[in-house]
């Protein structure tokens, strides 16, 4: 059974940073792309990042240069590392396998951030 737990998120005050986690099990991890996605309040989610194995790392227009996807296959572990945070950046962050974009079941719980003053 596909299992994701995303973890580290947090309030946070504007240019700060936070390191998001998220722990796999129940597949081959490295044998999959992975997808970060956040949901602002009262909105539906918005993709932010996706990691290929073999071609590389994805991002979205709006954290391009501030965000940082990275996997560790040995740890069945995909983290979005987040600089120069601002207050759009608020949400409730989940990673995924990349097939499973359609398939919520499959998803993490999320994680929170807050970017605010």
């Known amino acids: 059974e596909v299992a994701l737990v995303e973890s580290g998120g947090d309030w946070v005050q504007p240019g700060g940073s936070l390191r998001l986690s998220c722990a796999a099990s129940?597949?081959?991890?490295?044998?999959?792309?992975m997808t970060w996605v956040r949901q602002p309040p009262g909105k539906g989610p918005e993709w932010v990042s996706r990691?290929?194995?073999?071609?590389?790392?994805y991002y979205a227009e709006s954290v391009k240069g501030r965000f940082t996807i990275a996997r560790d296959n040995a740890k069945s572990t995909v983290y979005l590392q987040m600089n120069s945070l601002k207050p759009e950046d608020t949400g409730l962050y989940f990673c995924?396998?990349?097939?499973?974009?359609?398939?919520?079941?499959?998803w993490g719980q999320g994680t929170q951030v807050v970017v605010s003053s």
């Open positions: 990691t290929v194995n073999i071609t590389g790392t």
């Open positions: 995924f396998r990349s097939i499973d974009y359609d398939h919520r079941e499959n």
């Open positions: 129940g597949f081959t991890f490295s044998n999959y792309d």
